[in-house]
């Protein structure tokens, strides 16, 4: 018996190599049609499956390092076409960085995104760095969304600007699908804050990255306020969030609001309805559930549930129109998730030079939610505050590790 599974695992192996080999040999005669060269990961990855006798399911499309004058591009017309000919579908992750994409290739990639016609390639990660992405592809991107099986979009060093995210985020409209968003380095403004806000409350995103943009305070505040609004509510169903005005910075604030200045803190004082929770409850279903050996992943649930804030290097200090009580008013909507948002588990405010008094009211929440048993909230801060003001920040959070991403080639 056992020697009729190895010879049937041997069978299959057999199959597999032979289509990843077809692959590799269909991508190379596109490659030679179109007067590009081959990715030189795409055949690395194909003969690191030939070799081990599994199915290529990550597909990254990059250049060489070092390249020739004469040296033809690497182009991503080669690589979908080879996907689409030989109806490979078990692709789970498409990485393509530093490649300049055109029009009719984002509109190549969004058509075999969208779940329709009788093949299906069910791409569940999008990775597109430095690809040149405009304002167009933005939008036609965003009309696939609605119809793709993505959970997570990588866009970072695409200089698409507001509106391409406004593109973008008429395909996110009750997205139930997507749960992390990268955006970093856009040059997004604080427009894109308003545009964005809306989103995380009303979709299952859970990560969203926007390091080195300029959202500024306001385009911050805008936001965060949705997300605040709910975590007050909480608070307040909770019976646990009393009112403290003695902290300085809430003084400004309430100066400020005298005197005919509006701020999106004072219209923090509707209780929102208590909406699902994000995971349901396990035990319901774990009778149902018994006796069978695959278990399904809960589907996302559409709420402010965002888990993961990078806001690094986004111009949120004193200096902007707004000045100082630009930054108080972040800080205090920033408050309120640190507090009593228990779902927020990553927090990046680094090179912001949000200065003292607004570190002060961070440093106060994060107390504040020790108290309250919440879970541990990973946070980077900026160095350009007081020593013990900094040191304080860190002893009642947890070092947020760096994360490593793919930097943008210098041209």
Same mark, same amino acid.
């Given at each position: 018996?056992?020697?009729?599974?190895?010879?049937?695992?041997?069978?299959?192996?057999?199959? +597999?190599?032979? %289509?990843?080999?077809?692959?590799?040999?269909?991508?190379e005669q596109h490659c030679d049609e179109t007067q590009s060269s081959v990715s030189p990961t795409i055949q690395k990855g194909l003969w690191n499956c030939i070799n081990n006798e599994v199915a290529i399911t990550k597909f990254v499309l990059s250049s060489p390092e070092t390249v020739p004058e004469d040296f033809p591009p690497v182009l991503f017309k080669p690589l979908v076409k080879t996907i689409r000919d030989l109806r490979y579908m078990l692709g789970k992750e498409l990485c393509i960085w530093g490649i300049l994409l055109s029009n009719l290739d984002i509109a190549s990639l969004a058509i075999m995104l969208e779940l329709k016609g009788r093949t299906i390639y069910p791409f569940y990660k999008?990775?597109?760095? +430095?690809?040149? %992405?405009d304002v167009w592809s933005m939008e036609r991107l965003g009309k696939a969304l609605s119809f793709s099986n993505l959970v997570s979009i990588v866009l970072d060093y695409n200089k698409f600007g507001d509106e391409g995210v406004k593109g973008l985020v008429h395909g996110l409209e009750g997205n139930k699908k997507l749960l992390s968003l990268s955006l970093c380095y856009c040059n997004l403004g604080i427009e894109s804050g308003s545009v964005?806000?809306?989103?995380?409350?009303h979709t299952a995103i859970q990560e969203l990255y926007l390091n080195g943009n300029y959202l500024q305070c306001s385009g911050a505040v805008e936001l965060i306020t949705p997300i605040s609004t709910y975590a007050q509510g909480l608070a307040a169903e909770r019976d646990t969030a009393p009112e403290t005005s003695t902290d300085f910075a809430h003084q400004i604030l309430e100066a400020t609001g005298s005197t005919g200045i509006y701020t999106a803190v004072s219209s923090l004082n509707v209780v929102p309805e208590k909406p699902q929770h994000a995971i349901s409850d396990g035990n319901e279903d774990k009778k149902k559930r018994k006796g069978k050996n695959k278990k399904k992943r809960d589907a996302a649930v559409v709420g402010p549930w965002l888990a993961k804030l990078h806001l690094a290097d986004n111009g949120i200090d004193g200096r902007g129109d707004e000045g100082e009580t630009g930054v108080l008013e972040f800080s205090q909507l920033l408050s309120y998730l640190i507090r009593y948002s228990d779902h927020l588990s990553e927090l990046d405010l680094d090179h912001n030079c949000i200065g003292e008094l607004p570190a002060n009211d961070i440093l106060e929440a994060l107390v504040e939610r020790k108290k309250g048993k919440l879970s541990d909230l990973e946070m980077k801060v900026t160095v350009q505050i007081s020593l013990d003001t900094f040191t304080s920040i860190l002893k009642n959070s947890k070092k947020l590790k760096s994360i490593k991403t793919r930097k943008k080639k210098k041209k």
């Open positions: 018996m056992s020697e009729k599974k190895r010879k049937k695992q041997k069978e299959n192996s057999f199959l +597999d190599i032979s %289509i990843l080999k077809k692959f590799l040999l269909t991508y999008l990775e597109m760095i +430095d690809c040149g %992405i964005l806000g809306p989103v995380i409350a």
